[in-house]
């Protein structure tokens, strides 16, 4: 079973930044695909980026793009998650997950169903 533990949340003024990681104790990250997903309080969860298994293909929610980056790091198997320009509005509780299977990052963020494994998450507060 492959257990993802997210870190780098905490609390920002709007305009910063904040870079999450996502790893996974005893897997290769770069065998998956990973997303980032968000959920604030009262709202449906959201897929925020996602990173495919081959050729590192992304995608990203239009709210986000421009702003933040999703990213591999093979050799530490960790996968990140860079905002920039953080708003109040990316206020959210954030979470990594998983597909063993590899999916495409267009589907994937869009069906978070779809995903294996899931972390617990990290909070994101941006305010100022």
């Known amino acids: 079973q492959v257990l993802p533990v997210e870190s780098g949340g905490g609390s920002v003024q709007p305009g910063g930044s904040l870079r999450l990681s996502c790893v996974a104790a005893g897997f290769t990250l770069s065998a998956y695909s990973i997303g980032w997903f968000r959920q604030a309080p009262g709202k449906e969860r959201e897929g925020v980026a996602c990173i495919g298994s081959s050729y590192g293909r992304t995608s990203y929610a239009d709210s986000v793009k421009g702003r933040f980056t999703i990213s591999r790091d093979n050799a530490r198997s960790t996968v990140y998650l860079q905002m920039n320009d953080l708003k109040p509005e990316d206020t959210a509780v954030y979470s990594c997950?998983?597909?063993?299977?590899?999916?495409?990052?267009?589907?994937?963020?869009?069906?978070?169903?779809?995903?294996?494994?899931w972390g617990i998450g990290t909070l994101v507060t941006v305010s100022p």
């Open positions: 997950a998983v597909d063993v299977q590899g999916g495409p990052p267009d589907l994937l963020r869009n069906m978070p169903s779809l995903m294996d494994y």
